[in-house]
């Protein structure tokens, strides 16, 4: 069975279980749970908490930090997914709290318009062994650098630069053919309808302000 992990942009998406944590994390732990051999799906949900550990990293000094990224795992994985934790299992009345929000982290970024989720998956993909899941997850990671470009108020992109960049971020260990990244016009397609909701928003924003001056 193939494992295709899809981290493509749609507005009609499933809502994210915990938004703080974004739809990549979403769609990665989707991907866990269609992962049939069960070493590589424990290794994969292992590498998806470490990027967990990333993103909320201003919580590590909380005394139960490594669990509750584990109990998040489950949630988000409505709790159907076959992996050994290190802690109990959570259960479903563990989502009558609400969970706690997650601030984002401060970490120096080398490229802004990617972020450091992306840079943090990336070097977690990296760490993937040789194989069809790790093809999958470069493909999908080239085509979120790519989307994350164009997305900040640019309509072109040389897709040499994309793979030149993913290269940098892997210190060489990932790449990928051009052929399989996604075409800029479908890309362009999907983004610009939000890039003007944010410029509207950035708009109103400013007008607020300067009334209230």
């Known amino acids: 069975m193939s494992n295709k992990l899809d981290l493509s942009y749609n507005t009609e998406d499933e809502k994210v279980l915990i938004p703080e944590y974004g739809r990549n994390i979403q769609k990665m732990i989707e991907h866990a749970q269609k992962i049939e051999d069960k070493l590589t799906r424990q290794k994969c949900a292992e590498a998806i908490v470490k990027i967990m550990k990333q993103i909320s990293v201003q919580l590590k000094n909380d005394e139960d930090f490594d669990e509750r990224l584990w109990s998040h795992l489950f949630i988000m994985a409505d709790f159907n997914i076959d992996i050994e934790s290190p802690y109990k299992k959570p259960v479903l009345e563990d989502l009558i709290s609400k969970p706690d929000e997650v601030p984002y982290p401060s970490n120096r970024i080398k490229y802004g318009h990617y972020g450091k989720i992306i840079e ?94």
């Open 120 to 213: 943090d998956l990336i070097k977690e993909a990296s760490n993937f062994p040789e194989g069809e899941d790790k093809e999958e997850i470069t493909k999908h990671v080239a085509n979120l650098l790519k989307t994350s470009y164009l997305f900040w108020n640019r309509d072109s992109v040389n897709d040499n630069l994309i793979v030149k960049h993913l290269e940098e971020f892997s210190d060489g260990k990932l790449t990928i053919d051009i052929s399989k990244l996604t075409d800029t016009s479908e890309i362009l397609r999907h983004i610009k309808p939000q890039r003007t909701l944010n410029k509207t928003h950035k708009r109103q924003q400013n007008h607020k302000y300067k009334k209230r001056r």
